[in-house]
């Protein structure tokens, strides 16, 4: 029994040993007074390394380009404010207006067969898709007062 108390002993002793030999260098050498000091650290056997912090920056995202403005049709007095507005947009684009009136009346857009009621005071939005190209009439339907030319370019 004395032996193997011996033998647990000196195995202990000579793992200590191999433990701070292993640990030796500059890693965890520190000097106090004139002394040196070795520190050793084991990691537990069954530990997961965090993967690295990737370094690559993700691109910004680009900015959309901003709406266009809607232009608007004032009709006020029997006539269009300013006289017959000028509208253009290019043939496959999205056609898009604001008419505000004065009085109850209907918006047409010759061509598109597209209309839109506007109450006194009101406004409306007049939006669809440029299928054709030319120049197209745009009236107060009810008094067939012109109020815009819509244009579309090829």
């Known amino acids: 029994m004395r032996n193997t108390v011996i033998v647990v002993i000196a195995v202990a002793v000579l793992a200590a040993g191999f433990v701070l030999a292993q640990a030796g260098g500059d890693d965890g ?3 106090s007074a004139g002394g040196t000091t070795t520190q ?4 537990p056997a ?3 390394e965090a993967p690295a912090a990737s370094t690559a920056t993700a691109a910004p995202e680009p900015t959309p380009p901003p709406e266009p403005e809607v232009p608007v049709v004032e009709f006020a007095n029997g006539k269009p404010k300013g006289g017959v507005q000028q509208l253009e947009f290019e043939k496959g684009e999205q056609v898009r207006f604001k008419v505000r009136s004065d009085v109850d009346d209907e918006i047409h857009v010759h061509g598109f ?3 839109a009621d506007v109450k006194a005071g009101g406004s409306v939005t007049i939006a669809f898709k440029a299928r054709f190209d030319g120049i197209y009439e745009v009236e107060m339907h009810d008094t067939g007062t012109q109020v815009a030319a ?3 370019q090829p």
């Open 29 to 31: 050498e520190s000097t």
């Open 40 to 43: 050793a650290t084991v990691a």
């Open 46 to 48: 069954n530990t997961v």
């Open 113 to 115: 067969d597209e209309y």
């Open 150 to 152: 819509l244009e579309i």
